[in-house]
Nanobody, 124 residues
Framework: QVQLVESGGGLVQAGGSLRLSCAAS????????VGWFRQGPGKERVFVAG????????YIADSVKGRFTISRDNAKNTVYLQMNSLKPEDTAVYYC?????????????????WGQGTQVTVSS
């Protein structure tokens, strides 16, 4: 079992940057693929980015491609989401999730563990 804790959210002006962190407990974090999802007010939870177990393959949603990057440091049991050129439409609660599969899924149902979420608000 793994527990996930997100951090790094906050209020930022449009065009600014934030880096979210997803810290995991447990010594087997490298056994999990990790995804970042977001859920805006009144919207469904959607895939933003994902990274494979070893960090060699990453997947970025079209809506944030070119602005967001995902990375991981398994020695620190942490996955990062670097968000640049933020837009008001990026405002949402951001969640990280871990999957026992080798690759991250784009569907939320593919994940076994979830963090509590961190709020990102982008002002215009």
């Amino acid at each position: 079992q793994v527990q996930l804790v997100e951090s790094g959210g906050g209020l930022v002006q449009a065009g600014g940057s934030l880096r979210l962190s997803c810290a995991a407990s447990g010594r087997t974090f490298s056994s999990y693929a990790v995804g970042w999802f977001r859920q805006g007010p009144g919207k469904e939870r959607v895939f933003v980015a994902g990274i494979s177990r070893g960090g060699f393959r990453t997947y970025i949603a079209d809506s944030v491609k070119g602005r967001f990057t995902i990375s991981r440091d398994n020695a620190k049991n942490t996955v990062y989401l670097q968000m640049n050129s933020l837009k008001p439409e990026d405002t949402a609660v951001y969640y990280c999730a871990a999957s026992t599969g080798p690759e991250p899924y784009q569907l939320a149902s593919g994940y076994d563990y979830w963090g509590q979420g961190t709020q990102v608000t982008v002002s215009s």
